[in-house]
Structure formats: C-alpha cells, structure tokens
C-alpha cells in the first residue's frame, strides 16, 4: 500500500495550541513542537504527533513505544492510550474520542489547506469516481491546477500515485492538501466515502461544494442497516459544505434537501437535461440550470446514470465560479475513467467493456446502457454477455442481487470470482447464482466458471460479432486478492489478450471492425 506524501517545511505548531483547538479543554501533559501527524505507527517521521486511536481490531496505543522510536514527540489518544503514552515518556492530549478531532487537528498542523483551496467533495454510493474525473476535466479546461483525490488515484498537480483508500485518512488527506497548495492546485475534487463520513476523515475540511449523487445497496458488513448508512452519507450536509448539490431522482437525495440545496435530476430541479441524443458510446444533451442557464453538453460515456453524473459535475464547477459553457465543455472533453465503462482497445467485431460495478444499481445501470434498455431502443447490437462476481469479507446482502441485476440486464451471465479474500470462491459464486436463478423478469442464459481467467476465456469464446462483453466488478483494479495474497490480474490486459488470441489479425475469421474505444488513462 503506498504512503500519501507528506508537505515539506511544515512550521512546528506547540501542542498546546492543538490542545486548545479541542472543545474538551485538554492540557497536554509536556510541551512539544508538532511538525506532522500520522494514525499508523510504521508511518511516523520525527517530530509527529502520533494518534494512537482505538480500532476495531486494536488499539493504536500498542504501539507508542514503536512511534516514539520513529521520531514521534507527542500523543493523541483516548483514556485508554493514556498510561502506555506516560509509560514511553510522551506527552498525550488525551480526549473521549480521539478520531473526531483528528482532522481538525491534522489540518492545523499543515496549515489549514482548505482555507486557500477549492475543495468539491463528491458522495453516494455509485458515481463518486465517474463524477469526480468528470469535474477535475472541467476545472483544467477552465484553466485551474488540479487535484484529485479518489478510488483509483491520488493526483496533486503533477504528482500521480496510486491511492490506498477512496478516502485517506484525515492525517493524510491533509497532508495531501497541503502538498496540492505547495504545488500550486487551486482546486481538489474528492470522494467521501461512507467510511470516511463515519471515521471522521474528513474532519477540518472546509468544502466548497458537497455533491450526493445516490444512495443503493453497499457495505452494509460496516453500516447496521440502510438508514445507518444514509445517515453516514448525510454527515457530509451538516454545514460543512458551502454549497450542497444533491440528485432529487434519487429517494435518499430528496430527504437531503432543505432552503438552499441546488438539486438535480434527469427531469427536474435547478439543473436538468433535456434533448438526450445517442452518440453510440457518447450523449450529447442541453444542460438546463438556475437563472435561464442552457448550454450545449455532453458527456463521452453512455447510460442514463452518466448524463446525471456530468449534470452534477457541471453545476459543481459553476459552483466554484467557472463559466457555465466552460464547465459544459470541460465535461464532454473528459475521455473517461479508469475502468469504468473503458473499452479494451482491441479492434475486432465484438466490444469488450470493463467496468467497475459491484453494487447492484450499478450492474443494472451499465447493463440497461450496453443493452440498449435504458430508454434508447435496441441499436442493432448483438448480446450482452457479463462476467460478474463478488468481493469476499464484504457485505453479502448484496450478492444476489447483482446475481439478480445481471440476469435481468445481460444475455448470458458468466458467474465467476472478483476478489475472494479469505472467502471460499465457491461459496461467494453460490451466492451470486441463487440471486441469477431467482431473478425475476431474467431470461439470461447462466454458466458458472471457476477462476475470473477462465471466465473471460469462456465469454471471448461464446461471442460472435457484433457482441458485447461486459467483465464487471474489478474495474481499473491490478490486482486479485486471494488468500491474503495479490497476485497480478487486470481485467483490461486479460480481456484485450483473449480478444486477440480469439478475433486479432492473425486469427481467422475476423469480422466487421468496432470502432477502438478512447479508453481513459489507467
Ligand atoms: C473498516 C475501516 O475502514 N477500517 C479502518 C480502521 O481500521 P481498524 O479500526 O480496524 O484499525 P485497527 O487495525 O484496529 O488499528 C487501530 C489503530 O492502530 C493503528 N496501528 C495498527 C497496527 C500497527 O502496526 N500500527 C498502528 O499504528 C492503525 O493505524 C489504527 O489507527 O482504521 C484504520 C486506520 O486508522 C484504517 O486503515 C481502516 O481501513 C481499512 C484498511 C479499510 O480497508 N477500509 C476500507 C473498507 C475503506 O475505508 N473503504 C472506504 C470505501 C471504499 C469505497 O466503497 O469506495 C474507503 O474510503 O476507501
Ligand atoms: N450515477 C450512477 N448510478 C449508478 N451507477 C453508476 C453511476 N455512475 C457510475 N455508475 C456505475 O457504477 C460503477 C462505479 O462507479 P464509480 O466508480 O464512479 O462509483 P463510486 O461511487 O466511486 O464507487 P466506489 O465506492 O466503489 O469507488 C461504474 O463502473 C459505473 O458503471
Ligand atoms: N471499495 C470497494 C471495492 C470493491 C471492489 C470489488 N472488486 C470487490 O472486491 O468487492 C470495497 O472494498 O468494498
Ligand atoms: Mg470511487
């Protein structure tokens, strides 16, 4: 897992300072000058404060004898880190729950970055990814300096690393931010994930603009029930956000909205589209907005679900003062995501898709958009044929249901393993098959496959021309998680490897060509 960097020269704040940022009144136990902060003890530079919080599996004060050994001069922890911090001989600011301050602290001690930066910060359950490349587009086009903090990266002007959470932590995300202003970004786009929402990483930020695209079936193995899940989602509207921008599609989005919400839909609301025209894989529609604003958009990406996540990118930079005709134009210029709906670049007479969708309404919204029953009337293609599974040690309310959502969508339904973790593959595989079989309204025909390379093997060797195969659920991932273990597998190289072996130049046969896809950055 990659570290998030950390900002240079950072002034050494006294930790009484921080001890009085807190709303219990908290004397530190000695004096010490702070020039970082981290949560991980295997992180720690000289001269951090070290927080020490209380995990689901342990305590983070296990390991302060570590920390202080590292460099680390002082303690952020609870009452029960509090001896072991006396006992290593540092001083502790010692509060009942140690993780809501901790961005609040973080942030002071790299300068308050969101004080001089534009920060949209974009939740729900799907879209979040889509959405924030769409609006980090807009706002280069508009001529800003960019961050970008999210699922599949971390970029800071001209730093790109991988990221190890959708969110960072609040230690790292202020550190990140603080890194963005040394490299002159003006404005970050991120993602808020639920986890983030209820671990308080998203503490101290002070946010420009707070987009809600949706609300579906996910992470319940975290969340008690929905409305725990939607209350954690709802933490992003509580005052923190200057502008809140919300999908009234959407039942959870329109109990959001209170005097000054801006709203979206595809239909109604301060923004809305109209004129919808396929453009093949790309749509091109009039975007409707406050104060008579109608301006020529588009977006490069097919599906419903991605005219309303390019109206939430759009009226998100209007937001933060960009010209409405830039941001439209800004949007439609954004060549995709990373494995979401990204074509394998193999030119050949059946299209290969990959996409990131392992949540139920997504299976259904990227399939209802390959199969052309999203609304648009068929197009001429042939089937859809999908190879789905499921994560291991997550949530596995949601399995049959996609099982479910990809009979219902698809042709043929290939029913494989995503990344099975500790999980036996077979079991999660059962799973997703019973929810196939009892779809109702599914008429796919279903094949169970064992082993995800084995499974595109199979859908390359079932397609004929003019088919569309659809690798669901592993997206821009790189790597499988088996056991405990990654071992290297990219949906995107096995899928453009099998098509070749199967339709490439050198193999006979070869049909009409589908036209090779933009794709997107990986
Ligand atoms: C469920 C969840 O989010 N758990 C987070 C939580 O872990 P935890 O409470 O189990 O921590 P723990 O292992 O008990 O350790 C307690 C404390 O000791 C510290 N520690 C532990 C061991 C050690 O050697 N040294 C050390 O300092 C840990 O950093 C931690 O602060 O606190 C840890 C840091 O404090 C996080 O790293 C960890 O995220 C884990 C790795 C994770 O996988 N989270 C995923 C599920 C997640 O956050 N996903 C969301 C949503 C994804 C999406 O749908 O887009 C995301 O934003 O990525
Ligand atoms: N607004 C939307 N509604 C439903 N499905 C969507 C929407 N936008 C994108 N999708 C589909 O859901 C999948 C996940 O989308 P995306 O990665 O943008 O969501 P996310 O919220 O970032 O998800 P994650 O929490 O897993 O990172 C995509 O691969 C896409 O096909
Ligand atoms: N951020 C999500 C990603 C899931 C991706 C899917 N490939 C899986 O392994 O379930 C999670 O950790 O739940
Ligand atoms: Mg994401």
């Not at 990959?354 to 029953?373: E, F, I, M, T």
Request: glycine share 14%; hydrophobic share 45%.
């Amino acid at each position: 897992m990659p570290g998030y960097p950390r900002p240079r020269n950072v002034p050494a704040t006294p930790l009484d300072q921080l001890g009085a940022l807190l709303s219990e009144p908290v004397e530190p136990s000695a004096t010490a000058a702070v020039t970082g902060i981290t949560h991980a003890s295997d992180e720690v530079r000289p001269g951090d404060l070290y927080a020490a919080l209380p995990g689901a599996r342990r305590h983070g004060a296990e390991f302060i004898a570590d920390a202080k050994a590292a460099g680390a001069v002082a303690v952020l922890t609870d009452a029960g880190g509090a001896d072991r911090a006396a006992v290593a001989g540092l001083p502790a600011l010692v509060v009942a729950d140690p993780r809501a301050v901790l961005g609040v602290v973080a942030s002071r001690i790299y300068g308050d970055p969101t004080n001089r930066l534009a920060v949209i910060g974009i939740t729900g359950t799907a879209g979040k990814t889509s959405t924030a490349y769409l609006i980090e587009s807009g706002l280069r086009v508009a001529g800003r300096t960019t961050g970008l903090i999210g699922t599949v990266e971390t970029r800071l002007g001209d730093l790109t690393i991988d990221s190890a959470r959708t969110t960072p932590e609040a230690t790292d995300l202020h550190a990140c931010l603080a890194v963005a202003l040394e490299r002159g970004v003006d404005a970050v786009v991120m993602e808020v994930s639920s986890h983030a929402l209820t671990l308080g990483r998203v503490g101290g930020v002070r946010f420009a603009v707070g987009g809600f695209t949706n609300l579906g079936l996910d992470h319940l193995d975290f969340h008690a029930d929905v409305e725990d899940y939607f209350a954690a989602k709802a933490r992003l509207f509580d005052g923190r956000c200057a502008v809140e921008i919300v999908n009234i599609d959407d039942e959870y989005g329109r109990r959001l909205v209170r005097p000054g919400t801006v709203t979206y839909s595809l239909s109604q609301g301060d923004w809305y589209p109209s004129e919808i025209t396929d453009l093949g894989f790309a749509q091109r529609f009039v975007a409707h907005g406050p104060d008579e604003i109608a301006v020529e958009a588009g977006v490069a990406l097919p599906g419903r679900h991605s005219v309303a996540n390019a109206l939430l990118a759009i009226s998100s930079l209007v937001a933060v003062g960009v010209d409405p005709e830039v941001a439209a134009a800004g949007v439609a210029a954004c060549q995709g995501t990373p494995g979401r709906m990204e074509r394998v670049q193999v030119p050949g007479p059946v299209l290969g898709i990959v996409d990131y969708a392992h949540k139920p309404d997504s299976v259904a919204q990227v399939l209802a958009a390959l199969n052309g029953r999203d609304g648009r009337g068929g197009d001429g293609r042939g089937r859809v044929i999908c190879v789905i599974g499921a994560g291991g040690d997550r949530d596995r309310s949601k399995r049959p249901l996609m099982g479910a959502a990809a009979a219902r969508g698809a042709d043929v339904v290939i029913v494989t393993d995503d990344n099975p973790r500790t999980e036996d593959p077979a079991m999660i595989r059962a799973e997703v098959l019973a929810g196939a079989c009892d779809a109702t309204g599914g008429s796919a025909a279903l094949i169970e496959v064992a082993g995800r390379r084995a499974a595109i093997a199979e859908a390359v060797g079932l397609a004929a021309p003019g088919d569309v195969i659809a690798l669901l659920g592993k997206g821009h991932e790189r790597g499988q998680e088996v056991g405990g273990e990654v071992y290297p597998f990219d949906d995107r190289d096995e899928l453009a490897k099998a098509l070749a072996v199967r339709f490439g130049p050198t193999a006979a046969g070869t049909a009409d060509q589908v036209p090779a896809g933009t794709g997107g950055p990986r």
